[in-house]
């Protein structure tokens, strides 16, 4: 059984995912050229579909690790600890950007918030649950790349 914390926090995402596709304009971001943010919002719904298929049997909505999960650190999770949440996000700003959307930017605004706060509570529990976890947490970036 999920822990109540886990269930909110992904109430509170699945709910910025469903604000985030209402057609709300409160303003445009006219001067951004459209086409310049459709391929990279596209790389991150593929990003985000490596990631899930990489995660195979241990994936979870919820923070918490499944019972007897391992720890993965390779493919996009080389890149990412957590890039799930890194495509989700490149293609949700993305997609503000090419629609020009101030609405869905400032939903896009408030899932990163979300999903730092998220990261933060799962981080916790992944390094209690994986004793290699600290390591890699110090050469992996949360969303992107450590250089």
Known sequence: MPKTKDVIL???????????????????????????????????????G?????????LSPFPTPKPNSKLITKGVFKWSRHPIYTGILIFMFCFSFWLGDGYKLCVSLSTLALFYYKTRYEESLLENSFKDYKAY???????????
């Open 50 to 58: 490596i990631a899930l298929l990489q995660l195979n049997f241990q």
């Open 10 to 48: 992904v109430a509170i995402q699945f709910f910025l995912m469903l604000v985030y596709f209402l057609n709300v304009n409160w303003f445009s971001i006219s001067f951004i050229e459209h086409f310049i943010w459709l391929y990279p919002g596209i790389f991150g719904v593929v990003i985000s």
């Open 137 to 147: 947490k110090s050469k992996v970036g949360r969303f992107f790349p450590k250089f």
